[in-house]
C-alpha cells in the first residue's frame, strides 16, 4: 500500500531491521494459500495498523451506503483464492469509531469472506465508555463481543484473537458470553502462544488455563510465529 513509512525501508532501523516491512494489507502468495488449503486450512490476509495511512482512511462508508474498502478487499481475496483477513488493529480509536468498523467487518463477512480480529480494541455491551481503548490485559472474549456480533445481529467479524495467558475465570467468562450469543467458543474465541517468541516455554503464554477436567480446550488455539510449532514442539512440550 502507498504512502509507506520511509523509517520502515531504512537499513538498521530497530523496528524494520533493515528489512522490506508491508503497509496495511499484506496479501497471501499463491503458494502459501495453495499449501493452506492442501492443508485443510484457511489462508488469510492481513490489515495491519497504525500505519502511515490512517483507520479512517479504510475504514469509511460512502454516500451509498457502501464501503469502497471492504469491497475491494473482497474482491482481491475472491480474485487471488485466499479466504479472508485477518485484522491486527493495534491502535487506541475512538468509541464512535467502534459501530462502523463492526459494519465494515461485516460488509466483508455477509460477502463470504472470513474476518478475524485481534481483541486489543475493547469493544463489548458492558464498556461502552472505553470502546475503542487498547488493553492487552483483557483476555475475556466479552470485552469484545460486539466486534462477533450484537444480540440480534448478523456476524460482524468470525472470530478473535486473544492476547496470552488468559486465567481460568477469564476462560469462563469467554465460553459464557460466547454462548450468551448462540456462538461455540471453540470456533470463534481463540486463546494464544506468542509461540515465535518464546516457543512453547510458558514466558508468553501457556494453554493450561484453557483446558477442561478431561485436558480438552475449551476455546480454540491459535500461534502466533508457525515454524515454531514445528521446530519446538519435541523439546519444549514432550
Known sequence: TDPQSHDLFTPGNPEGQGTFEFGVVNLPNPAYTNAAHKNGVKSLGCIFFPRTEHTEDFVYQDENGRFPIADKLVEMAKYYG?????????????PEQMPLYEEFCRAMTSQGIYVQVYASCLYGPDNESNWGHMDYGEKNAGAFSNWLKEPGEEIAANSLYMNPDPTKQQ?????????????????????????????????????????????VPRTGLAFLGADTCKNHLDEQVF
Do not use: C, H, W
Not at 485466499?82 to 475512538?94: M, P, T, V, W
Not at 471453540?186 to 494453554?207: D, H, M, N, P, W
Open 82 to 94: 485466499f479466504d479472508g483477513y485477518f485484522i491486527n488493529a493495534e491502535e487506541d480509536l475512538k
Open 171 to 215: 476462560i469462563d467468562d469467554s465460553v459464557t458470553s460466547m454462548e450468551a450469543l448462540g456462538l461455540d467458543p471453540k470456533k470463534v474465541v481463540f486463546q494464544t502462544l506468542e509461540a515465535g517468541q518464546t516457543g512453547f516455554s510458558g514466558k508468553r503464554g501457556t494453554l493450561f488455563n484453557t483446558l477442561d477436567e478431561n485436558l
